[in-house]
């Protein structure tokens, strides 16, 4: 009788670990899809917009109030990813930069040089976030 019980126990046993194996594989699998969904490339309206936002954060409320125009200093790093994105196909219906660009107008915030740079954000940028139509120009500070 003892013999059957004992079997019977580690019967169960081995079911539970099968059991608990399953789970961490699922688990494994699970954190898996979730590391593949974030080395994926991000759609060019969400790195903008996260650009724009470091670029500073008035940008988009200024965009949803009707101002579409920017012109002030940002540091060249900022300035070469600005380009970088809007020069990337279908970025013209997001943001489009002025080429005259003046380069070491001053110094930013860090101690780096800022380049002098002018650019439109159009309001698709929103996706129907827009408060209403002005359509008039922000300076950046």
Do not use: C, W
């Not at 059991?19 to 899809?33: F, L, M, P, Q």
């Not at 309206?45 to 965009?63: A, Y």
């Not at 579409?68 to 990813?81: A, M, S």
């Amino acid at each position: 009788m003892l013999v059957v019980v004992f079997g019977m126990r580690e019967s169960k046993l081995k079911s539970a670990a099968q059991a608990i194996e399953r789970t961490i594989s699922s688990n494994e699998i699970k954190e898996a899809h979730q590391k593949i969904t974030a080395l994926q490339p991000k759609p060019l309206k969400v790195r903008l917009r996260s650009l724009l936002e470091q670029i500073n954060s008035k940008i988009i409320p200024s965009v949803k109030d009707g101002h579409f125009g920017f012109e002030g200093g940002i540091n060249p790093t900022l300035y070469y990813d600005l380009l970088h994105i809007a020069a990337e196909p279908g970025a013209e219906q997001f943001v489009t930069v002025d080429p005259h660009v003046k380069t070491g107008i001053g110094t930013g915030p860090g101690g780096s040089d800022e380049f002098g740079v002018i650019f439109k954000v159009y309001p698709k940028i929103l996706d129907n976030e827009r408060n209403g139509p002005q359509n008039s120009d922000q300076k950046l500070s």
